[in-house]
């Protein structure tokens, strides 16, 4: 990829203006993938006695390009022994088949590398057009005015299209031969207004500061959309909407269209004393559209409280030389959240549905019932914090202890079966959050050519829920009591003699029939069922961890030799607790799939000392084998298997995110050069991680998957000119 921009500035004391223009396309991953970004913006600025008025127009567009060649993990899931070309060098459509049973259909694997020949569309891009106008009124010397208007408009579209020979309709055959093809269409328009005023007023006399402002503000966001899928296009030659044979089948045009609301008014007020003594304190009331029809509940006063001690100006603290700033802080406050997914009215989708052979009926599916006191989340928040700094900031450092409660947060409730409906958006769950932040900068080298200057931060946060609901019909322990990212296990006891997995329950070694409470309804384990109550599955879980990180923080250093620059920047997790994605299914696996090298590990007759549990079929001549089959394949459907405790691993790592070395030139050269500066950089993202065993993955932030694509590493190089 490459990025460009240049920016122009010129006028006089009362006429200002600004250009800028900035192009950058940036490449993949996956081979043709791109992103194209071109922008451009237009400032005007002018002054007239005490008022300034200025507006920004910009305009940007963009268009993202998925790649033809299909999905990173397409490719990682296919046999590596297949060859996706024939003996005369031609593409191959079929890779391979696989039947796993004489009575079962065979799969069939295609090939990705032919598809990318095919023609195919995959493609988003959006125009995006932005004006704001401000102006800048000095009332008084201590008074000024504040407004702005602004407006943003946004059409993005969107655009699918795979031949009918695309391998996705290779099985549409019959009736449905004629139907091959698709195309899929959606284009929205966006619109935002904003329109805000404020009044600040700054007043200094003695020993006194004092800040305050009023502001009032609207905001109207619109968002309209179409779409559409249409099916019939037999090959690549006919790539456009227009030679569709007809719509989806049961399919129609679809569309939304939402308005939301929302005004406020905020009042601040910030008193100091001899730049000691700092309090402030503020109220926000706001109102939106999306919360209940209740009067009440369409409003949320929100306000705040803090104050400020600057320790280090004190008498008794005038003869610390070395002390150069010590500040104590503490706040409280009320902040409150619009989620924007929510509505207290009744929402349904537009739908079909067949009434009789061949007909037709519309009809709306009620997705969420009305709740007339739904109103805003709420969350309370304490902080103290201590900033502080010696022998003239060589050391410096700050560190804030938190404790958040957050009520009213939007959730899925159920409801008693008399009302019509299951569940309900409510206002019901709560959640805590407490830790603390510590950063620290440090100046460890200063001399006439070198300087070496280092930033660190850590953090540590622990989350509680406090109250949720968990569906009746869950398969999986509420997390109520535990972290937000709370993780569950089934805690396994090595296999039995057959290689069927068993598990500890009640400190006791159970088989796995025992285990889910399986019973045979039919006779050679066809009607297998559990006996257990969704409750009493839940109930076999035990706590794994939380995927919230211990800590977390980062590394930024930066050396200066005369017109030298290196920054090397990096960050770390400490003890996550990750859950990774099973490399196989013990009741489905084919030999047309990649699979890890640890399907070594898998049991077997052969293989008596395999760890992980063997395959199972329904044509297996041992009951309990056939009875665990059925479980996993119609049974299980939270797909306990993903669970099991050896699928979880703590883990730790230290990530060098960046490596940028730049060089300024003099400015004895530049100007000899008519330049005002020049400097060029060079930069390496994400060059290395140290962590953890992650082994048979790419990186440990998509540790868990043996099929996700992995974090690019990526170079550049940069110029920076002024003229």
Request: charged share 20%; aromatic share 16%.
């Amino acid at each position: 990829g490459h990025k460009h921009s240049l920016y122009l500035e010129g006028g006089d004391d009362y006429l200002r203006y600004g250009v800028d223009l900035s192009y950058n396309k940036v490449a993949g991953v996956m081979k043709e993938s791109s992103r194209e970004n071109v922008a451009g913006a237009i400032t005007l600025s002018y002054r007239y006695n005490k008022m300034i008025f200025r507006n920004v127009l910009s305009v940007a567009f963009n268009r993202a390009d998925d790649s033809p060649y299909g999905s990173f993990s397409e490719y990682t899931k296919l046999n590596p022994y297949w060859s996706p070309k024939d003996e005369n060098g031609n593409l191959k459509r079929v890779l391979g088949t696989f039947q796993r049973s004489y009575w079962q259909t065979a799969s069939v694997y295609y090939n990705p590398l032919y598809n990318a020949t095919l023609g195919t569309k995959n493609f988003s891009k959006y125009t995006e057009i932005t004006n704001n106008f401000y102006m800048e009124w000095q009332m008084h010397k201590d008074l000024k005015f504040i407004g702005r208007f602004g407006y943003t408009q946004k059409q993005d579209s969107r655009e699918d299209f795979y031949p009918g020979n695309h391998t996705k309709f290779a099985d549409w055959t019959g009736d449905n031969y004629f139907k091959r093809g698709s195309y899929y269409i959606k284009d929205g328009t966006s619109k935002t207004l904003k329109l805000d005023a404020t009044l600040n007023y700054s007043k200094q006399w003695d020993k006194h500061l004092l800040f305050a402002n009023l502001n009032w503000n609207l905001q109207q966001d619109s968002y309209d959309y179409h779409g559409m899928e249409a099916w019939g296009f037999l090959n690549d030659k006919v790539d456009h909407v227009a030679f569709a044979k007809q719509y989806a089948e049961n399919g129609s045009p679809s569309g939304d269209e939402t308005t939301t609301r929302e005004i406020g008014l905020v009042g601040a007020i910030n008193y100091s004393y001899d730049n000691r003594y700092t309090v402030f304190g503020s109220m926000r009331f706001d109102g939106s559209n999306l919360f209940g029809v209740a009067k009440k509940y369409k409003y949320l006063p929100l306000w705040a409280l803090s104050a400020a001690w600057n320790i280090n100006r004190e008498e008794f603290m005038q003869n610390a030389d070395w002390l150069t700033n010590l500040k104590l802080r503490v706040s409280y406050g009320l902040q409150g959240n619009v989620d924007k997914n929510t509505s207290p009215y009744v929402v349904g989708t537009w739908n079909n549905t067949s009434i009789l052979p061949g007909v037709d009926e519309p009809i709306i599916n009620v997705t969420s019932p009305p709740n007339q006191n739904l109103r805003w989340e709420k969350t309370k928040n304490w902080n103290v914090g201590l900033d502080m700094g010696v022998l003239n900031n060589r050391i410096s450092f700050s560190v804030d202890g938190y404790y958040r409660k957050s009520e009213d947060l939007i959730g899925t409730r159920s409801l008693p079966q008399e009302n019509g409906f299951q569940f309900s958006t409510v206002n019901w769950a709560e959640v805590t959050n407490k830790g603390f932040e510590f950063s620290l900068s440090t100046v460890n080298v200063r001399t006439k050519d070198f300087r070496w200057v280092m930033d660190f931060n850590i953090a540590h946060n622990v989350s509680n829920v406090d109250k949720i609901n968990v569906r009746d019909d869950s398969w999986t322990p509420s997390i109520e009591g535990h972290s937000i990212g709370a993780l569950f296990k089934l805690n396994t006891a090595g296999l039995d003699e057959n290689g069927l997995q068993m598990f500890w329950k009640n400190g006791e070694k159970v088989s796995y029939v025992d285990f889910y409470g399986l019973v045979d309804d039919i006779g050679w384990g066809y009607g297998t069922r559990s006996t257990l109550t969704n409750e009493e599955i839940r109930n076999l879980y035990t706590y794994a961890g939380t995927s919230e990180p211990k800590f977390t923080g980062g590394f930024i250093n930066r050396f200066y030799y005369k017109n030298f620059d290196l920054t090397i920047s990096s960050s770390f997790i400490i003890k996550q607790t990750m859950q990774e994605t099973p490399f196989y299914r013990p009741a489905e696996m084919s030999p047309g799939s990649n699979y890890s090298k640890r399907a070594a590990d898998i049991w077997s007759p052969s293989n008596p000392s395999g760890k992980y549990p063997k395959l199972v079929s329904g044509s297996m001549e041992d009951v309990e084998s056939v009875m665990a089959y059925v479980w996993m394949n119609i049974g299980d459907s939270g797909n306990s298997f993903k669970n099991y405790d050896y699928w979880f691993k703590d883990m730790s790592y230290w990530r060098i995110s960046s490596i940028r070395l730049g060089y300024t030139l003099p400015s004895e050269i530049a100007k000899k050069l008519h330049l005002g500066a020049a400097r060029i950089s060079f930069e390496a993202r994400n060059p290395f991680v140290v962590a953890t065993s992650y082994k048979g993955y790419f990186d440990p932030e998509t540790w868990g998957n043996i099929y996700t694509q992995p974090l690019p590493k990526t170079f550049s190089c940069g110029i920076d000119l002024t003229f």
